[in-house]
């Protein structure tokens, strides 16, 4: 039976195990620790686990300590169909936050759904962003295009490696796997083709826009960033 509603029972049971899994180790445990980023309302559950919290440091608190840097977020204005102009919309954000900042433009692009993608990959804009921008580098990552890096696919220990070492503006379009287990500090820039209904997606993908790279602790240091 593969109906959807029997694998994403499969899934709720595989995650009920898990956690049953942590919770019989805790209980093994003479002293145990949990570092979390969970949303404020799953908090409640896993300090049915570990206890009450010892500490906490919220987003404005970390950019003030110099953790992490204050995020970007861009809305573009689109003219006509979003289906037949979203790459407008990815392009105007990239210029204007290329305008705004003297270092280059690492833009994380979170599609919804395989068309966004190829749409953004066959348009002019790209075509001119590319012109404009030489040391432009776009890559695209999905279950369905796979792993590609400037129109050459590659697997995904490379494009992972080539992505982080790549020195220059950097466009990576992803649909459902940047956000979660693919360690990219680099970005600066969050842009969203659509707006997720999930409260922790939409906080994961706000937050790979804050991460620290060494060059960025360069900047905040010097001040060229905040």
């Known amino acids: 039976d593969r ?3 029997r694998g994403l029972g499969d899934v709720y049971k595989r995650q009920k195990d898990k956690w ?40 404005a608190d970390a950019i003030q300590k ?37 270092y280059d433009v690492k833009a994380l692009v979170n599609c919804n759904y395989t068309p966004d993608v190829i749409a953004v990959m066959n348009s ?17 990552i999905s279950s369905a295009t796979g792993c590609i890096i400037d ?18 503006a950097l466009l990576v379009l992803h649909i459902n ?6 360690d990219i500090p680099e970005f600066n820039l969050v842009v969203w083709a659509y707006m997720p209904t999930s409260e922790t997606y939409h906080t994961q993908g706000n937050g790979r826009g804050s991460r620290l790279s060494e060059q960025d602790r360069k900047r905040l240091e010097s001040g060229e960033i905040t």
């Open 66 to 102: 110099g953790l992490i840097w204050k995020p970007v977020w861009m809305i573009a204005n689109v003219e006509g169909k979003r289906e037949n102009n979203i790459a407008q919309g990815v392009a105007q954000a990239f210029r204007e936050h290329d305008a705004n900042n003297s």
């Open 20 to 59: 049953e899994q942590v919770k019989e180790l805790v209980n093994l445990s003479d002293e145990y620790y949990a570092f979390t980023a969970t949303l404020d309302k799953y908090r409640d559950k896993v300090e049915s686990v570990f206890g009450p919290t010892i500490y906490k440091l919220s987003a």
């Open 151 to 168: 129109d050459k696919k590659v697997d995904r220990p490379e494009w992972i490696k080539t992505v982080n070492g790549h020195n220059g």
């Open 177 to 182: 796997i940047c956000n979660a287990g693919i």
């Open 124 to 140: 002019q804009q790209l075509v001119e962003l590319r012109k404009d921008f030489p040391t432009l580098m776009v890559a695209i």
């Open 3 to 5: 109906s959807p509603s």
